[in-house]
């Protein structure tokens, strides 16, 4: 049962195959078993690569399972379709065509699995990129926040520079009255007199602009700080909010991309090794010598093109015999006199019905 099954697989006749050797049952059997599991393979291949594209397993294996039998159909029909010939270079050109699409189907079947195979080496280049992608995503989000952040800062220490250089103003004025007081410095007299108390006036008056100064100031800074953390938290929000973009960055093409990145040369032998499973029922079948199969399905077609060539014949004499018959027979009722006056009297009755529907349609048109 197995055996009829690969024949079926390899596009063979069955029936033949049956009355062949069994050298001849046996390469077939091959063929057929190569083409089966090239479409195990494709759907295999198929099904991982539709699951990292949908996510969903039942999909990814629907989906597969329709390619695997669409493999399977294109590589039974190019095997099936290739027929042996007395000239191997005709046998090839022949088949060219099938080899071309071999080697395509190779390589659609090939590359997700290749994406399986090294997906550990695949997966560490994605998380460079994503780190790249991430520390990127940042600098660009910062560019957009960072010009009004610093804007926002240098009008805060403005603020704070201003309350700073009015406390060493204060300061200033209170080591002056100080001084004044204990005699080391402007009228060098030891006590309280009245330039003490100018002085000390001076100092009350600024200590007072700057405690104002200081409340007003609080609460510029204040505001600018709400409005900077605001800023900050816009900033914070856009990176989070572009991050799950960042690690979802593992799709079909962002791993075939990863895939190139790495060492060719694995990569090739892979492509190579499903090429020429690909293409081996066609080679095989190419460069087999004719057999007790082929001789027979040769001898089929032959019988086959020989009734039809009958045929064509057959009804080519049929219409000629007939067509010159025809030509007799006429030729004979032309001669006819019966015949002769019958057709000249319905003329007659012809010609005067149409002359008297013209003058009905004349009379009608002049009113």
């Given at each position: 049962m197995v055996k009829e099954f690969f024949w079926m697989c390899s596009g063979a006749d069955t029936d033949l195959l049956q009355e062949s050797p069994k050298s001849e049952q046996i390469?077939?059997?091959?063929?057929?078993?190569?083409v089966f599991f090239t479409a195990i393979m494709a759907f295999v291949s198929s099904s991982y690569a539709l699951y990292t594209v949908f996510d969903n397993v039942y999909m990814a294996?629907?989906?597969?399972?329709?390619?695997?039998?669409?493999?399977f159909n294109l590589d039974r029909f190019i095997v099936g379709t290739i027929k042996k010939r007395d000239s191997f270079w005709k046998e090839f050109l022949q088949a060219s065509p099938r080899l071309i699409l071999a080697l395509i189907i190779a390589i659609v079947i090939s590359k997700p699995l290749e994406l399986k195979i090294f997906e550990k080496e695949i997966d560490r280049v994605l998380l460079e990129e994503k780190n790249n992608m991430t520390l990127l995503n940042q600098d660009q989000i910062a560019q957009q926040f960072t010009p009004e952040i610093e804007r926002v800062e240098a009008e805060i220490k403005s603020i704070q520079g201003t309350v700073t250089a009015k406390e060493i103003e204060v300061n200033d004025l209170y080591s002056t009255y100080i001084t004044?007081?204990?005699?080391?410095?402007?009228t060098m007299k030891l006590g309280k007199g009245p330039v003490y108390e100018e002085k000390r006036e001076k100092h009350d008056a600024q200590l007072k602009e700057l405690q104002q100064l200081k409340d007003s100031s609080a609460a510029k800074i204040a505001r600018k700080e709400i409005v900077l953390a605001n800023l900050r938290d816009k900033q914070k929000l856009q990176t989070a909010n572009s991050q799950p973009i960042i690690d979802g960055f593992d799709g079909l093409m962002a791993r075939i991309n990863a895939l190139d990145k790495l060492p060719a040369m694995p990569s090739l032998f892979i492509l190579l090794l499903f090429i020429a499973i690909e293409t081996a029922p066609v080679f095989a079948k190419i460069m087999a010598p004719k057999g007790a199969y082929d001789l027979k399905f040769e001898e089929q077609e032959d019988a086959l093109k020989v009734w039809v060539t009958q045929q064509k014949n057959q009804r080519a004499a049929v219409l000629d015999t007939d067509t010159s018959l025809n030509e007799k027979v006429y030729y004979d009722v032309a001669k006819d006199e019966?015949?002769?006056?019958?057709?000249k009297q319905k003329a007659k009755d012809l010609l005067k019905l149409q002359s008297d529907r013209f003058y009905k349609k004349q009379s009608d048109v002049l009113g």
């Amino acid at each position: 049962m197995v055996k009829e099954f690969f024949w079926m697989c390899s596009g063979a006749d069955t029936d033949l195959l049956q009355e062949s050797p069994k050298s001849e049952q046996i390469k077939y059997a091959g063929i057929g078993g190569t083409v089966f599991f090239t479409a195990i393979m494709a759907f295999v291949s198929s099904s991982y690569a539709l699951y990292t594209v949908f996510d969903n397993v039942y999909m990814a294996i629907l989906f597969g399972l329709i390619w695997g039998m669409l493999i399977f159909n294109l590589d039974r029909f190019i095997v099936g379709t290739i027929k042996k010939r007395d000239s191997f270079w005709k046998e090839f050109l022949q088949a060219s065509p099938r080899l071309i699409l071999a080697l395509i189907i190779a390589i659609v079947i090939s590359k997700p699995l290749e994406l399986k195979i090294f997906e550990k080496e695949i997966d560490r280049v994605l998380l460079e990129e994503k780190n790249n992608m991430t520390l990127l995503n940042q600098d660009q989000i910062a560019q957009q926040f960072t010009p009004e952040i610093e804007r926002v800062e240098a009008e805060i220490k403005s603020i704070q520079g201003t309350v700073t250089a009015k406390e060493i103003e204060v300061n200033d004025l209170y080591s002056t009255y100080i001084t004044e007081a204990e005699g080391t410095q402007g009228t060098m007299k030891l006590g309280k007199g009245p330039v003490y108390e100018e002085k000390r006036e001076k100092h009350d008056a600024q200590l007072k602009e700057l405690q104002q100064l200081k409340d007003s100031s609080a609460a510029k800074i204040a505001r600018k700080e709400i409005v900077l953390a605001n800023l900050r938290d816009k900033q914070k929000l856009q990176t989070a909010n572009s991050q799950p973009i960042i690690d979802g960055f593992d799709g079909l093409m962002a791993r075939i991309n990863a895939l190139d990145k790495l060492p060719a040369m694995p990569s090739l032998f892979i492509l190579l090794l499903f090429i020429a499973i690909e293409t081996a029922p066609v080679f095989a079948k190419i460069m087999a010598p004719k057999g007790a199969y082929d001789l027979k399905f040769e001898e089929q077609e032959d019988a086959l093109k020989v009734w039809v060539t009958q045929q064509k014949n057959q009804r080519a004499a049929v219409l000629d015999t007939d067509t010159s018959l025809n030509e007799k027979v006429y030729y004979d009722v032309a001669k006819d006199e019966e015949i002769y006056e019958y057709k000249k009297q319905k003329a007659k009755d012809l010609l005067k019905l149409q002359s008297d529907r013209f003058y009905k349609k004349q009379s009608d048109v002049l009113g």
